[in-house]
């Protein structure tokens, strides 16, 4: 009698699994893919620029510390400001404002504790034009000479800051 021998006794089973092993493998690495957080750059260009932060009373110059800081883009290409929002730091700490938007028509009824007012050609429409400015008008005191002053500008989709400035306040000569 002759044995024969047989190399290739694989089930059908085994090779069933396998595949099924593997689809879900690819799947949970496309997965993983798709749902990984956005990488935010540590050190984002300068996009926005305090140009100055205004002490003096609007109509009258009185020395009030009206605190009304004056933001510009310099970017090369019209941004949505829908989607930003901003921060504001004295000395490194964080002031109590919140800007959720820089859209004017969606900042008048958003809860903008800190803020009575913002305004300029920044804030109109749906972009934030190159060279275009926004004043935001805090409350009165926020800011005194010879502060450091910090935005952070966020983008909301990402939560990814896309534009960090700091700006120095003069103060007055001794």
């Given at each position: 009698m002759v044995r024969v021998q047989h190399e290739d006794c694989v089930s059908p089973v085994v090779g069933v699994l396998l595949l099924v092993v593997v689809t879900i493998v690819l799947i949970l690495l496309i997965l993983a893919l798709f749902s990984l957080p956005h990488l935010c750059n540590p050190f984002p260009p300068r996009q926005f620029e305090i140009v100055t932060i205004h002490d003096y009373d609007e109509d009258r110059p009185?020395?009030?510390y009206d605190s009304r800081v004056l933001l510009r883009y310099t970017g090369s290409?019209?941004?949505p400001n829908r989607p930003l929002s901003g921060r504001f730091f004295v000395d490194g700490v964080p002031i109590r404002s919140v800007v959720t938007t820089f859209h004017g028509q969606d900042f008048i009824p958003t809860h903008?504790?800190?803020i009575e007012r913002m305004g300029g050609l920044g804030c109109q429409g749906?972009?934030?034009v190159p060279g275009a400015f926004v004043l935001i008008d805090f409350k009165d005191g926020t800011f005194r000479p010879r502060q450091r002053v910090r935005t952070e500008i966020i983008d909301s989709g990402t939560g990814c800051i896309i534009s960090r400035d700091e700006y120095f306040a003069p103060g007055p000569v001794r």
């Open positions: 009185i020395l009030n290409e019209p941004i903008h504790f800190g749906e972009r934030w």
